[in-house]
């Protein structure tokens, strides 16, 4: 029988100060689903609406907790599959209205994927940036060349498999290498919020929605107006990057941090400039020569006749 | 007429107790008869299945086909919500609407490489591909549609754009124009809506309901990608 005494618990007080006080102390990580890459996500935990509010970033313990009850199904069959598909038509446009209206301080991920990162959103928001990409660039090119005689149209075809390549490649890699960026940085520095690699994807395939009314809008031939809406669609989705993986890195080295989020914007800056110089003809240049070569041709024409 | 069995041999020298020693008291009384008739049903009941359509001629067999293909021509064409389409499935019409858009909308070689129309395996490829994705998506989703049934309604729901594409290869036969081009979009719009209309007759009761706009939008997308190829065709 213990003696009263025995069952007094000691204090370890906060993570970091112990850290702190001593370096050397084994530390071991308990966190998130971010560590096992065999389990691709952290599962979908009923009614945890509120407790999201409560805890803020904390809840990677219930995350890890919850971990085995979901996805039980073995990545060989179709209904592991369709437990990325679990969203329905009203959270799929409220992802879609978080994306486009980032709010400073609630993070996306926690806000409005709460574990449960769907791959419907990704797919399908890329393939219609695709195509809105392709077709767009398309008719912008057609109505600057409308009145010049020596323009033959041509549909362009190969560019769409080329948007193709590159938005998907960036939907997916960028993802991929961020990912593992933040895991090897997980291995070094203690960090509360740690993102799964299915949740990443989710949140950039989200912030590409804003691209697909710019890159209607980017039919209107004016410099100036198309520049606009550049820096417009990097704001608000620059943004909702930055704001999502800020609390991930915050607590790293402030370089590294910054370098991150730097990198971030940078690559995504990187995408809508790269998609408007190649898909999209400048244009005012395309007009001052053929109007300085048809007269010349009329006046060779007289001169011959 | 049964009568009581006999033991097979005495019961009284092998054991004192057999196994089957109560057999031999047993006897079937006449009242509970046992007899009857073992018929094989004749020829009246069972349909001559297996043989005839063996032994039907090339021509019959053909015209069955042929006479399905067209019945779900015109279920398309006027659409109603009726299950022919996705009870006897079949890919023959898909197949030949695919083949005819895609050789009609592929560029000549002699076209210069880069830019221009699709070729003929890119037509191909989109059409197929896409409708698998579509099909796919709608099953991971939660649809409760068999993989070829929905394939078989995509592919004939491309039927009116496949007449969209023909009339516009006869207008584009006149003057050059704008008026040319109003003629031509009007015409892709209309082919578009009827087909969006058909397949969503066909498609939307397979789906969960707080999910139809998430399963119908890509195949919103797909016959969108079709109408500006045809659209855009240029000869």
């Known amino acids: 029988m213990a003696a009263v005494d025995d069952l007094q618990f000691e204090e370890f007080g906060d993570v970091a100060t112990s850290l702190a006080a001593n370096p050397d102390a084994t530390t071991i990580n308990i966190e998130g689903p971010g560590e096992s890459p065999k389990r691709p996500g952290p599962p979908r935990g009923s009614g945890r609406e509120e407790d999201d509010e409560l805890l803020g970033n904390d809840d990677s ?5 919850l971990a085995g009850q979901k996805k039980s199904s073995p990545f060989w069959t179709f209904e592991y599959y369709q437990t990325f598909f679990d969203v329905d038509t009203y959270q799929v446009f409220d992802r879609i209205k978080g994306s486009l209206l980032p709010i400073p301080g609630k993070n996306f991920v926690r806000l409005y994927i709460r574990s449960n990162p769907d791959l419907y959103g990704p ?44 938005i998907y490649a960036y939907a997916w890699l960028v993802p991929f290498a961020l990912w593992g960026f933040l895991l090897w940085r997980n291995s070094k520095v203690m960090n509360i919020v740690s993102y799964s690699f299915l949740e990443i994807v989710c949140v950039y395939g989200y912030s590409l929605f804003i691209y697909i009314p710019t890159a209607i809008l980017w039919i209107i031939p004016q410099k100036a107006v198309r520049w606009i809406l550049v820096m417009m669609a990097l704001g608000i989705s620059g943004s909702v990057l930055a ?62 006749s | 007429m049964a009568e009581a069995a006999e033991s097979p041999g005495d019961p009284r020298t092998t054991s004192p107790r057999p196994l089957f020693a109560g057999l031999s008291e047993i006897s079937i009384s006449q009242d509970i008869p046992v007899e009857g008739e073992i018929t094989i049903p004749m020829r009246s009941r069972i349909r001559e299945f297996d043989s005839s359509t063996l032994n ?44 005819t858009l895609a050789l009609m909308l592929q560029r000549g070689s002699a076209d210069n490489e880069n830019d221009g129309g699709p070729q003929f395996a890119e037509v191909f490829v989109i059409i197929w591909f896409g409708a698998v994705t579509i099909t796919l998506n709608s099953k991971l989703l939660g649809g409760n549609i068999s993989f070829f049934q929905s394939l078989c309604v995509l592919g004939y729901c491309i039927l009116p754009l496949t007449v969209a594409l023909l009339v516009c290869r006869l207008v584009l036969l006149a003057k050059p124009g704008p008026i040319n081009f109003i003629v031509r979009l009007f015409v892709v719009i209309v082919m578009f809506a009827w087909s969006i209309v058909a397949s969503t007759a066909f498609l939307a009761d397979s789906q969960p309901p707080n999910r139809k706009a998430l399963a119908i939008y890509p195949v919103f997308l797909f016959y969108f990608v079709i109408s500006w190829m045809i659209l855009t065709f240029a000869p």
């Open chain 1, 123 to 166: 797919f399908w928001i890329c393939a219609t940036l695709v195509f809105a990409i392709a077709i767009s660039g398309n008719l912008s090119n057609f109505l600057i060349h409308l009145g010049e005689k020596s323009y033959h149209y041509v549909p362009e075809f190969r560019k769409v498999s080329i948007a193709a390549t590159v």
């Open chain 1, 243 to 304: 704001m999502t993986f800020w609390p991930a890195v915050r607590e790293d080295n402030r370089r590294v941090a910054l370098a991150t989020i730097v990198t971030i914007v940078l690559l995504h800056t990187l995408l809508s400039v790269g998609c408007l110089a190649y898909f999209f003809d400048a244009p005012e240049v395309d007009h001052l020569p053929t109007t300085a070569v048809v007269p010349n041709q009329t006046v060779t024409a007289a001169k011959s």
């Open chain 2, 56 to 99: 039907e001629s090339v021509q019959n067999t053909i015209m069955r086909d042929l006479k399905a293909v067209g019945k779900k021509f015109m279920h398309v064409l006027y659409p109603r919500k009726s299950n022919t389409l996705l009870r006897d499935w079949d890919l023959w019409g898909p197949l030949v609407l695919c083949v």
């Open chain 1, 61 to 65: 313990d219930k995350t890890e907790l």
